[in-house]
């Protein structure tokens, strides 16, 4: 996925502030929530993209910018502790519906943000954009908070979406013994620079 924050009006005097994502300081994460057995109905498999880059722009004087995020997506690992048999099957359930030889990246690119500022270099960020995953296009909104400090930003947020606005099949484990719901939920934390 790709994050990218850019103002849209008319010039400012100070240039927006372009950021590039470190990925070895960032993570972004996918929740999905599982229903079944009761004894695995509560589980919540969450899995963690190993390969992604972004990019967000920021007018601080404005209170706008820019995000763009792409994340491969062949490149989700689970995170649980579970049996390396259990590991494989998610994960090859994961590879079954996201088609990453087909569909290889997720793409976030902004196309409004609205931003407030809480205090000192603390600001929220309201963001509308568009997801492309597995071949389909749909608006999305992103809750976030940034963080600005010398050289860099940190930025943290969520997102939820439904697999069928994606024409993602839901996946089942285990002979359907295991169901994952038709939502997910996404979480990022990521740290950029100048």
């Known amino acids: ?9 008319a010039k400012s005097l100070v240039p927006c502030e372009r950021y ?17 057995l009761a004894g695995v109905a509560a589980h919540r498999p969450s ?6 880059s972004g990019e967000i ?14 994340a491969k997506a062949g490149s989700l690992e689970l995170m649980d502790d ?29 196309s409004v943000v609205v931003c407030g500022h809480i205090r000192e270099n603390l600001y929220r960020a309201d963001i509308a954009g568009v997801v492309s995953l597995h071949g389909v296009e749909n608006v999305q ?3 976030a908070q940034l963080v600005l400090s010398d050289g860099s930003i940190r930025a943290y947020g969520k997102l939820r979406l439904r ?7 839901i996946a089942s484990v285990a002979g359907a013994m295991l169901r994952l719901r038709d939502e997910l939920a996404f979480g990022f934390f990521v740290v950029a620079r100048q």
């Not at 697999?163 to 099949?169: A, I």
């Open 141 to 143: 909104a992103i809750q």
């Open 82 to 110: 579970v049996t390396q048999y259990d590991r494989n099957a998610i994960e090859r359930v994961v590879g079954e519906v996201l088609r990453p030889e087909l569909f290889p990246e997720v793409i976030f690119r902004s």
């Open 57 to 70: 722009e920021f007018d601080r004087d404005k209170l706008d910018g820019s995000l763009n995020l792409t």
């Open 163 to 169: 697999q069928t606005d994606y024409s993602l099949p």
């Open 47 to 52: 899995f963690s993209a190993r390969e992604f």
């Open 1 to 9: 996925m790709l994050l990218n924050l850019t103002y849209r009006g």
């Open 20 to 36: 590039t994502f470190d990925s070895k300081s960032s993570q972004i994460t996918v929740q999905a929530f599982a229903e079944g």
